[in-house]
């Protein structure tokens, strides 16, 4: 199978524009979750996506949103970029209560 | 609310050494906890996942054990390479429908 893809893998935005990540999860693993990577913060999760529904949601601004399509296929938006959202963001895929497979992750850069 | 921690944050090894990478975690009713390797730069990869109800998964050279009483996750290496060279991350589940909670990670360099 193949495993999870990210799309684009890497990103330069300007501070106030708006981003919209994709990821692609495992075939027929319907759970979709993202993560925010920095050096200070390590790992902290944003939100997961269950058959286009949000099951959990972290602690983020309204800023950050996203969605998930019926083939599982998810988005995820950030509007009004603040250079604080320079980070590598990663998609990850699961299928049940099981393993997650993580995608290669976007480096976003905000100037 | 569940809290990860991992210590030491970095470790630095000859070649041949085995190690052990530990992880703490406050709320011991866990569903499961899963140990992730990461290059720089790169996506995590799954390393080994550890059920409740077990408490010990091995692949390879890679000892995973879980002590859901004292909330500690151990990762052995044994006969370390410097292949092994990469951030190691614990992650911990509260329930088969929440999140994965992750420690900051261990540092491990590996010297020839």
């Known amino acids: 199978k193949a495993g999870v893809t990210q799309t684009p893998r890497y990103l330069i935005k300007t501070r106030g524009q708006q981003v919209t990540l994709s990821c692609s999860p495992i075939s027929g693993h319907r759970s979709v979750s993202w993560y925010q990577q920095t050096p200070g913060q390590g790992l902290q999760f944003l939100f997961e996506?269950?058959?286009?529904?949000?099951?959990n949601k972290g602690n983020f601004p309204g800023r950050f949103s996203g969605r998930q399509f019926s083939n599982s296929r998810s988005e995820m938006n950030v509007s009004t970029l603040e250079l604080g959202d320079s980070a590598l963001y990663l998609c990850?895929?699961?299928?049940?209560?099981?393993?997650?497979?993580f995608g290669p992750g976007t480096r976003l850069t905000v100037l | 609310k569940q809290e990860v921690t991992q210590i030491p944050a970095a470790l630095s090894v000859p070649e041949g050494e085995n190690l052990v990478l530990n992880c703490s975690f406050t709320?011991?009713?866990?569903?499961?906890l899963q140990w992730f390797r990461q290059d720089p730069g790169k996506g995590l990869t799954s390393l080994l996942l550890?059920?409740?109800?077990?408490r010990e998964q091995t692949s390879g050279r890679l000892n995973a054990s879980l002590d859901k009483s004292s909330g500690r996750s151990t990762l052995y290496i044994a006969a370390s390479q410097p292949g092994d060279s990469a951030t190691y991350l614990c992650a911990a589940r509260l329930s088969g429908y929440s999140t994965l909670t992750f420690g900051k990670g261990t540092m491990l360099l590996v010297s020839p």
């Open positions: 996506y269950f058959s286009e529904t949000q099951r």
């Open positions: 709320d011991s009713a866990i569903y499961n």
């Open positions: 550890i059920q409740s109800s077990q």
């Open positions: 990850a895929s699961m299928q049940g209560g099981d393993t997650q497979y």
